[in-house]
């Protein structure tokens, strides 16, 4: 008998595709967080391989904060129509109403339309199990967090009681009321996402590849103007080679000045750089332990 | 020049020839244990550090907290990089396992930090369960602990055939070959009492650098593999899974249309080919593969740890939880095994409760007898033990509701581990290694009947049922039963009265009032209850009982609908102050332990089918209630 020996990644394919099918096999009514991001890309060609030939039987629930990046809800709406899955769009009707915005609004911003946001459409909807395509490789609390991470009835995390996790037995027992996280990529690092959609050939929003893009500096961060509600304060914008390593509201991402223009340029920029992936994003720089405490609200 | 630097250069100048080599990686995941101060945090730090994965911005955040709040001066804290939860900070203590990454030319490594403390143990196992090797860190100037011995135990216990001793501070010791030496005889004494017949002792020094990624020159004594190396090269675990039996775990059946139904699963062992026959447990039936589906295209073969899913040439019955093996070496299938338990909440183990099992992923109902022993972790020894408290692990019976397809654990940590969850709170309360099977249950053959249940409630021309009255002492629940038992039988109704109090005189007089007491009692009263509406009789009962999993336990021994819960509803002080038998002053009074809602909780049915208000009505009253609706 001949033996195969499986690479880093077929191991981590098999094991999210493991995970979904638990979930699937285990949850009333399971949605897929779904944000456009190469991390979503990942999780949705990975929800694909895990039930073809069926497509995957769940809803893709995008929360969004109606201030992305005009080329993410171009991709989502191919994206979800290529899968042959539905796409569950919610926006905060709260945070509509009173214009909540980046630019007038700091940390309100992300508590109203993504914690908020994300609150309100599962339990609107019911979602009992949610996928987020969070790795742990991204942030110190994220590192800690179990792959079945229990939310209680108020969508709290209780990092200090998290349930013992063994093997690829999960427990996704819980009340009424009660639901689910689960990061079918929590062992996956930034390369691995790379690699993984070069090899696999996955679609992602052009932002992560570099162009001449018209920017504004401010407060350190390097800020695409991506639309007529960027108030520009006496400022503007230069046109730069730019990409973005993540993606999240326009106003709050910071892109980077780059040249790469390919996916293997982009794995050599990243493997090359000095900054980790998250520090473009404003929303960690705001406290210490940051993230826990968003989680622990709720935040995904 | 160290490898991890060569790397470097490659990525600069040739890309495309770095993510060829990097796509070809393996995978091995670890874990480092040790007791607080042995210098684990340093040691990953250090390999996360020489293999680049901590980036500038960290740096500086690490920088800044170290000066804040770490422990080593104005030197960088590696513990902080790891210790990632505000509480870990704060108390400078490793609580829950930390997941961290890093890559070398020929592997991609997931470290599982995992906390030393006894009270978090089952973090560490949590850690423990998915590695494939263990560093085991010893501090040089300490020798062998306590904590050593418990890590090399747990380790080993969850089944890692790969342990390092790495023998760390090995710089204030002066790099000196007699203490190493001595270390590793103490250490290999105490392992091979305990099974342990390979590891790979490795003296370091963390903080130093020496042996980690490159050989130190102060060592020279010193010529096994320094520790990189040695993780890079150590066998996997999943290479050997390849050369087992094939066995797979339906996880869930792919149904698209009429055309295709497909069996989705990882594979736990072996190989599968088209063509294969193979047999599905526990029916036994068997068939061929006639496809492996893909997304990417039909494969020819496929191994252990790959996600698959499977068709066969014929249309057999398979379902989730069951197991796909090679028709030639199929499985075992029983009720009832022997099996280490590991308990991990705060409630400790009730002997008897009915608790949800899940291995792999079927989920049945099971509960665990009395454990044989308790394991002191620390010493190794075999102790007495009525139960097992909060990271505790005896060795017990468990019975499953049904025949489960399984493998001894130290042949498949699929097949043989499972984990138990509490049916009210829905916690993973324990963890399981399947020993063996027991052969008792499957010596015991059901005898059938000719007379069967329906033909004795036919002849008494009645639906057989058990009326359960469930409150507090004192509650009114022997006067109600007594009533409603007359009533029946004026209306030429077969019934039988099943009383507490009369059933500790004798069936039930060996049992005390501990929880698992508790337990047994309401089991053998639900046996009881289930024979006599197999003769056809309405029972009537009047316990206490409890807890809401022992009547849902009486419940699921039942057909649908012949359990009816009613709850005599008395509040606590109604029903101290009417106190008939003089209990709830002793209780008080401390002459008698465990008394239910004193010092032993009532946990309320959440759902009865009847609810008797005893504040607002008389006992004739609720009998006539309870009649009026059961009795058409």
């Given amino acids: 008998m001949s033996i195969m020996t499986l690479t880093h990644l077929q191991r981590l394919e098999a094991e999210a595709i493991h995970i979904m099918r638990e979930v699937v096999s285990e949850a009333e009514k399971p949605v897929m967080l779904y944000s456009v991001g190469k991390d979503s890309a990942v999780m949705l060609h990975l929800a694909k391989k895990a039930f073809y030939p069926s497509p995957p039987p769940f809803p893709l629930l995008h929360v969004d904060t109606t201030w992305k990046f005009r080329d993410m809800y171009a991709l989502r709406d191919r994206a979800a129509r290529k899968a042959g899955m539905q796409l569950i769009v919610h926006q905060n009707p709260e945070a509509l109403r009173a214009g909540i915005n980046p630019f007038d609004h700091g940390s309100l911003h992300t508590d109203m339309w993504k914690t908020e946001g994300l609150k309100q459409a599962l339990d609107l909807h019911g979602f009992d199990a949610a996928f987020g395509g969070a790795r742990r490789d991204e942030e110190k609390s994220r590192a800690k967090e179990r792959i079945f991470s229990f939310r209680t009835a108020s969508h709290r995390w209780d990092p200090k009681n998290q349930r013992p996790e063994l093997w690829r037995t999960y427990n996704a027992r819980k009340n009424k009321?009660?639901?689910?996280?689960?990061f079918p990529l929590s062992n996956w690092t930034e390369l691995d996402i790379w690699q993984y959609i070069h090899l696999e050939n996955i679609e992602i929003v052009p932002l992560y590849y570099a162009a001449e893009r018209p920017t504004v500096k401010r407060d350190g961060l390097l800020l695409m103007v991506d639309d007529d509600r960027f108030p520009l304060n006496g400022e503007k914008p230069v046109m730069r080679s730019v990409r973005f390593r993540t993606l999240g509201c326009y106003p709050l991402t910071g892109a980077v000045e780059s040249r790469a223009q390919t996916l293997p340029e982009i794995i050599q920029e990243m493997l090359l750089t000095t900054t980790s992936e998250r520090q473009g994003r404003a929303i960690d720089h705001d406290q210490a332990a940051s993230m826990e405490k968003k989680k622990q609200e709720g935040y995904f | 020049m160290n490898e991890i630097y060569k790397t470097d250069a490659l990525i600069a100048e040739d890309i495309d020839t770095y993510l060829e080599t990097h796509q070809h990686k393996t995978m091995l995941r670890f874990i480092t244990c040790g007791s607080v101060d042995d210098g684990k945090s340093t040691l990953i730090g250090r390999l996360l550090y020489d293999s680049k994965m901590i980036f500038e911005d960290q740096l500086a955040t690490l920088e800044a907290d170290s000066k804040r709040v770490g422990t080593q001066g104005e030197a960088i804290d590696f513990a902080l990089l790891v210790d990632g939860l505000a509480a870990e900070r704060e108390q400078g203590i490793t609580i829950d396992v930390a997941y961290r990454f890093f890559a070398t030319e020929k592997r991609k490594f997931i470290v599982a930090d995992t906390p030393g403390h006894e009270q978090y143990t089952r973090n560490m196992v949590t850690g423990a369960s998915t590695a494939d090797l263990a560093v085991i860190l010893i501090d040089a100037r300490k020798g062998v602990l306590t904590q050593t011995r418990r890590h090399s135990y747990l380790a080993h216990l969850i089944?890692?055939?790969?342990?390092?001793?790495?023998?760390n501070k090995m710089d204030l010791v002066d790099y000196d070959e007699?203490?190493?030496?001595?270390i590793v005889a103490d250490y290999r004494s105490f392992a091979e009492s305990i099974g342990i017949l390979d590891f790979t002792p490795i003296p370091i020094s963390g903080l130093a650098g020496d042996n980690i990624t490159s050989r130190s020159q102060a060592t020279p004594w010193y010529d096994g593999p320094v520790l990189l190396d040695h993780l890079e090269t150590v066998e996997l675990d999943q290479t050997a899974d390849q050369l087992k039996p094939f066995r797979m775990q339906v996880q869930w059946v792919n149904r698209p249309n009429l055309d295709f139904r497909g069996f989705a699963g990882t594979i736990a062992s072996g190989q599968i080919r088209m063509g294969d026959e193979i047999r599905v447990l526990p029916s036994g039936k068997t068939s061929t593969i006639s496809r492996i589906v893909?997304?990417?295209?039909?494969?020819?073969?496929?191994?252990?740890?790959?996600?698959?899913?499977?068709c066969f040439a014929d249309e057999i019955d398979c379902s989730r939880g069951q197991i796909i093996t090679a028709s030639k070496s199929p499985v075992e299938v029983a009720d009832q095994f022997e099996a280490t338990v590991i308990w991990m909440d705060e409630d400790e183990l009730v002997p008897g409760r009915a608790y949800w099992l899940k291995i792999g992923p079927q989920t049945v109902t099971a509960s665990v007898a009395h454990p044989k022993y308790q394991v002191n972790v620390n010493t190794?020894?075999?102790?007495a033990a009525k139960t097992l408290d909060l990271n505790a692990i005896g060795v017990a019976n468990i019975t499953t509701d049904r025949d489960i397809p399984f493998g001894g654990y130290d042949e498949s940590r699929d097949l043989g581990g499972f984990i138990l969850i509490d049916k009210m709170t829905n916690r993973t309360v324990g963890a399981g290694l399947i020993h063996f099977a027991l052969r008792r249950a499957q010596n015991i053959h059901w005898q059938a009947t000719d007379i069967s249940r329906e033909h004795h409630a036919a002849m008494k021309n009645q639906k057989p049922m058990v009326l359960w009255m469930t409150g507090l002492s004192g509650s009114g629940k022997s006067t109600i039963a007594n009533i409603v038992e007359k009533k029946l039988a004026r209306m030429n109704r077969h019934t039988f009265l099943l009383d507490g109090d009369n059933v500790r005189h004798g069936l039930n007089k060996d049992l005390g009032f501990t929880d698992s007491d508790r337990v047994e009692n309401i089991r053998r009263v639900g046996e009881v209850a289930k024979l006599m509406t197999e003769a056809?009789?309405?029972?009537i009962t009047a316990f206490i009982s409890p807890f809401r999993s022992e009547r849902e336990m009486v419940r699921s021994m039942l057909p649908p609908g012949e359990f009816i819960e009613i709850f005599i509803d008395t509040?606590?002080?109604?029903?101290?102050?009417?106190?008939?038998k003089g209990l709830y002053a002793k209780a008080r009074a401390g002459q008698?332990?465990?008394?239910?809602?004193?010092?032993?909780p009532y946990e309320p049915p959440e759902a009865p089918h009847i609810r008797i208000d005893t504040t607002k009505m008389s006992a004739e009253e609720a009998a006539d209630l309870i009649i009026e609706k059961l009795i058409p």
Avoid: Y
């Avoid at chain 2, 190794?380 to 102790?383: A, G, I, V």
């Avoid at chain 2, 509040?571 to 008939?580: H, M, N, T, Y």
């Fill in chain 2, 294 to 310: 893909t997304l990417d295209g039909d494969l020819e073969v496929a191994v252990a740890g790959q996600a698959v899913t499977l």
């Fill in chain 2, 592 to 600: 008698l332990k465990n008394f239910t809602g004193i010092d032993s």
């Fill in chain 1, 177 to 182: 009321g009660e639901s689910m996280r689960v």
């Fill in chain 2, 380 to 383: 190794m020894e075999h102790l």
């Fill in chain 2, 178 to 182: 007699a203490v190493f030496k001595k």
């Fill in chain 2, 571 to 580: 509040p606590l002080e109604e029903a101290e102050k009417r106190d008939v």
């Fill in chain 2, 536 to 539: 056809g009789l309405i029972v």
């Fill in chain 2, 159 to 167: 089944g890692i055939r790969h342990l390092v001793l790495a023998v």
